[in-house]
């Protein structure tokens, strides 16, 4: 059992967080996360329409999400050991709102609880608990060359679920830069990212 003295030791000196560094930071979608600079875990998009991720742990080769984009229908998510393991609807599982500043968020139906993904000025995006938005459990560290989605050590347990929805909003993010670039000519100035700083 914690003494007291190490629950204080705990506070003045927290535990740093899991850093898990994107081998290939162009591509979130297809790369390896890297723990300390071993491969921990695998997002592959291989499919021939790109509609299909997996992220597989690799430490027991085990697919422990899958996302699966539709064109006509509802996405869908897996995760083989929520749920039943049976596939939910994207939107089910991860439900767009607006805070009251008015920028995006997104609400994680998880079993173990309600959390809250949404846009951050200095951290990029943030992933807080719904009703405790100040206790930030993962959020992402971009500091070239190095790009990390890092996770708070009590909430390890929930990186099948992190990390899928962590790629979703990375690629929804490059994808809407990318349109708003091609908008504006590549003239930036009048568009902004979703935190508000105009587009580099």
């Not at 422990?64 to 039943?84: E, L, Q």
């Not at 599982?93 to 951050?120: C, Q, Y």
């Amino acid at each position: 059992m914690e003494s007291k003295l190490d629950s204080q030791l705990t506070l003045i000196n927290p535990e740093p967080p899991l850093e898990l560094v994107l081998e290939k930071s162009s591509t979130p979608l297809n790369t390896r996360l890297l723990v300390d600079g071993k491969p921990r875990y695998k997002v592959s998009t291989v499919d021939r329409d790109a509609n299909i991720t997996d992220v597989t742990d690799l430490r027991t080769n085990e697919v422990v999400a899958t996302i699966r984009r539709r064109s006509f229908f509802s996405d869908k998510v897996k995760f083989p050991r929520r749920f039943g393991g049976k596939s939910v609807k994207k939107e089910d599982w991860m439900t767009e709102v607006k805070l009251n500043t008015g920028h995006e968020a997104w609400v994680i139906n998880s079993e173990s609880g309600k959390f809250l993904w949404r846009w951050d000025r200095a951290l990029r995006m943030v992933l807080t608990p719904e009703n405790d938005t100040d206790q930030i459990l993962a959020f992402v560290k971009d500091e070239p060359p190095v790009f990390a989605l890092c996770v708070k050590r009590s909430a390890e347990g929930s990186l099948d679920e992190i990390i899928p929805g962590f790629m979703i909003l990375e690629h929804r993010l490059r994808m809407d830069t990318k349109s708003l670039r091609i908008a504006d000519g590549w003239g930036a100035n009048e568009r902004s990212t979703p935190w508000g700083t105009p587009l580099s």
